[in-house]
């Protein structure tokens, strides 16, 4: 298996794309760090992994919180001794909540920017000092989005807190690519969730789902990759190539 021996941190690790990159990293392999702020939902994703025979560690953790973020990386370190690869999967867009920016609260702006893009940075930097450690190299992957590379309306926190993403990717992969590790985005378009029907919104004409962005961020995780970095990598039916469908 690609991933014998190593560890693999996922953050919003019981959620959708989350937990489909869990099972996929662990049936590559790896032992798993669930990370969510649900930790029901996180021990629900690792009983998961283990009754499959794999080894898995559900951990709690709020990802705006970098003294959290910290203690949650040293945990893994201490339970499944190392971090080899990190996906940060937490946040999303507003939902229910998504209003234009004239109308948008300070709550939510703050919760999306903190969620997606600084829990990005934190758990970054976190994963990368113990990556930096071991000197062992590694792979830091970040889940970004179509909304980054070309907007959408009701979404500009959201568009905000992935672009910044893209930005960090890049520069951070300069930052570390001498030491071996890489970092790159994966952007999605609409996954299909709760059985709603979303193939109007590509051009293959079907839904897309979480397992196929999982699969995308195992080969990144993968030594096939390991001469890949400062990327974005989409996925997305051709969505964003005629700007098809609202967000």
């Known amino acids: 298996m690609k991933l014998e021996g190593k560890v693999a941190l996922i953050t919003g690790g019981a959620g959708n794309i989350g937990r489909h990159t869990a099972l996929r990293l662990a049936a590559d392999g790896a032992a798993i760090a669930v990370c969510d702020i649900n930790l029901g939902r996180a021990q629900a994703v690792a009983d998961e992994i283990t009754a499959q025979g794999g080894r898995a560690l559900a951990l709690v953790v709020d990802v705006q919180n970098p003294q959290a973020v910290n203690a949650a990386v040293d945990q893994v370190e201490q ?68 909304v980054a590379l070309n907007g959408t309306k009701g979404c500009v926190e959201y568009g905000a807190s992935k672009g910044g993403l893209l930005g960090m990717s890049k520069s951070l ?38 397992a196929e962005v999982a699969d995308l961020i195992a080969y990144l995780a993968a030594p096939e990759a390991s001469f890949i970095t400062g990327q974005n990598f989409v996925i997305d039916g051709g969505r964003s190539l005629g700007l098809k469908g609202s967000y």
Not at 102 to 129: C, H, K, P, S, W
Not at 183 to 208: E, F, W
């Open 79 to 146: 339970t499944l001794g190392r971090v080899d690869v990190l996906v940060h999967s937490a946040g999303g867009s507003a939902r229910d909540k998504m209003r234009n920016l004239t109308e948008q609260t300070d709550e939510v702006i703050q919760d999306i920017i903190g969620v997606n893009l600084m829990g990005g940075i934190y758990f970054a930097r976190a994963a990368a000092r113990s990556m930096l450690g071991r000197g062992e190299g590694g792979r830091i992957i970040l889940v970004a989005s179509i």
């Open 173 to 210: 992969a300069v930052e570390l690519g001498k030491d071996q590790i890489t970092v790159n985005c994966v952007s999605p378009g609409l996954v299909q969730r709760d059985d709603k029907d979303v193939s109007h919104t590509n051009y293959i004409g079907r839904n897309g789902n979480a």
